[in-house]
C-alpha cells in the first residue's frame, strides 16, 4: 500500500477524470490521497473530494504564488476549515523566490500564519521553498523556539544541506517524481540517505511526471514509479519502502485513519 501524500486532484487534468484518475491509482496499488489547496476558493472542492472518497484526505492553505492574493488571511479562516473532519493538513504554504510572483515579505508573514494554525491545531503543515532556503530554514527555526509544530517539506529539491538543517529540526521530507529525472543525481544521493522514518513519496501531479512518463500529465497512479526509484536508491524493496512511508504518513498525518 502507498500514499500520495501530495496530489492536487482539483487542477485541469485530474478534476475533468478524477473518479477514473482514483481508481487507475488504486489499481497500482495507491490506497490514500492527500488533495492539497493552494487557495482559498479551492477548499471548498478540496473538502467536498474528501468527503466524497473514502481514501482522500484534504488540506487548507495558501501556496507562496497565491500569498498577495491572500495578505489578510488570518488565522482563524485556517483554524475553521481545519475543524473540518477530513481536513488533516494546514498548507501548502512557504516561501518561493524562484518566480517571485508574490511579495517576499508578504509570503514569509503568510507562512508563519499557517505555523500558527499548525501549532493550533496539531496539524501537519505541507511547506513549499523554492530558491528560499535561508529564509525557510531561520522562519521554521524561530517558529520552533515558540512551540512544537509538525511538519514536512513536500517536494523536495533543496540542498544537501538544508536536508540536514531541517531533518535536525525535526521535519519529514517528501520526495516527487523529480528523483527519477536524468539531472537529478545530487537529489538522488540526499534521498538515499534520508532517514527511514522521516520519508514520504508524492506526485504532486498533475505536475512532474516522473520517469517512464515524462511529457504527461502526472497522475497519483505514478506515486508506484517514483516509490520504485526510490526504493532502488535505498537498497531496499518495493514493499519495504511503501510500508515505511505509509507508516510514516499516518505517523506524521495522526488525524488521518486508514480507509
Known amino acids: 500500500m502507498l500514499i500520495d501524500s501530495h496530489c492536487h486532484l482539483e487542477y485541469e487534468g485530474l478534476v475533468d477524470d478524477q473518479a477514473a484518475v482514483l ?44 500569498a498577495d492574493q491572500h495578505a489578510d488571511l488570518g488565522e482563524g479562516a485556517l483554524l475553521d476549515a481545519a475543524a473540518h473532519p477530513r481536513v488533516i493538513a494546514i498548507g501548502e504554504t512557504g516561501l518561493d523566490y524562484y518566480y517571485d510572483k508574490s511579495d517576499r515579505d508578504v509570503q514569509q508573514a503568510l507562512f508563519r500564519t499557517h505555523i500558527a494554525a499548525s501549532r493550533r491545531t496539531g496539524l501537519p503543515i505541507i ?6 532556503e535561508d529564509d525557510t530554514a531561520r522562519i521554521l527555526a524561530d517558529e520552533l523556539a515558540k512551540g512544537h509544530f509538525p511538519a514536512l517539506i513536500h517536494c523536495f529539491t533543496a540542498s544537501a544541506q538544508f536536508a540536514r538543517t531541517v531533518l535536525d529540526l525535526g521535519l519529514t521530507i517528501s520526495i516527487s517524481g523529480i528523483v527519477t529525472f536524468k539531472n537529478a543525481k545530487d537529489l538522488q544521493g540526499i534521498v538515499a540517505t534520508i532517514p527511514a522514518n522521516r520519508l514520504l513519496v508524492e506526485t504532486d501531479s498533475p505536475f512532474l511526471a516522473p520517469v517512464p512518463h515524462r511529457g504527461r500529465t502526472c497522475e497519483p497512479a505514478f506515486t508506484a ?5 526510490v526504493a532502488n536508491l535505498r537498497g531496499v524493496s518495493i514493499e519495504q519502502l511503501a510500508q515505511g512511508t505509509t507508516r510514516n504518513f499516518f505517523t506524521l498525518f495522526s488525524k488521518a485513519k486508514p480507509a
Open 127 to 132: 511547506i513549499h521553498t523554492r530558491n528560499a
Open 225 to 229: 514509479d517514483t516509490a520504485r526509484f
Open 23 to 66: 481508481d487507475r491509482a488504486r489499481a497500482a496499488g495507491v490506497k490514500g490521497f492527500l488533495n492539497i489547496s493552494t487557495r482559498q476558493r479551492e477548499w471548498a472542492n478540496v473538502i467536498a473530494t474528501a468527503e466524497r472518497e473514502h481514501d482522500v484526505w484534504a488540506s487548507v492553505g495558501i501556496h507562496p504564488h497565491e
